[in-house]
């Protein structure tokens, strides 16, 4: 069994036709450890990988988000530009009606 940590990562199964004496043990030993410290380097770069991957989406979607949040500010600063000339125009365009209605009011006052 190839184990990193404590935690089983593979299973190897060997046959011989003698018997393994105690310096192939060790070394069957230190081989196992080596095969588990690879599959566990395996399966965290993979790991990374996909979280990589994934920020790198969700950056992408940031952005995409972000340029249309600026394209919708830049429209509401246009309506607003606009919305504020058109009062600006109708706040002067009363002004000269109501002083044209003064004094048409005020020259037919005077002439009765």
């Known amino acids: 069994m190839e184990r990193f940590e404590g935690e089983v990562k593979a299973v190897i199964e060997l046959s011989s036709l003698e018997r393994f004496n105690s310096t ?3 070394f069957l030993d230190q081989l196992t450890e080596s ?3 690879v599959l566990h380097t395996i399966e965290a770069n993979t790991r990374t990988e996909n979280l990589l991957k994934q920020s790198q989406s969700l950056a992408a979607e940031l952005q995409s988000r ?3 949040l600026q394209k919708t500010n830049e429209e509401l600063q246009e309506k607003a530009r606009s919305n504020l000339a058109k009062d600006r125009f ?3 365009l009363s002004h000269e009606l109501n002083s044209s209605y003064r004094g048409a009011c005020l020259r037919a006052h005077t002439r009765k």
Request: glycine content about 8%; aromatic content about 0%; cysteine-free.
């Open 24 to 26: 192939h043990q060790a």
């Open 35 to 37: 095969i588990g410290i």
């Open 66 to 68: 972000q340029e249309e």
């Open 90 to 92: 109708l706040a002067a």
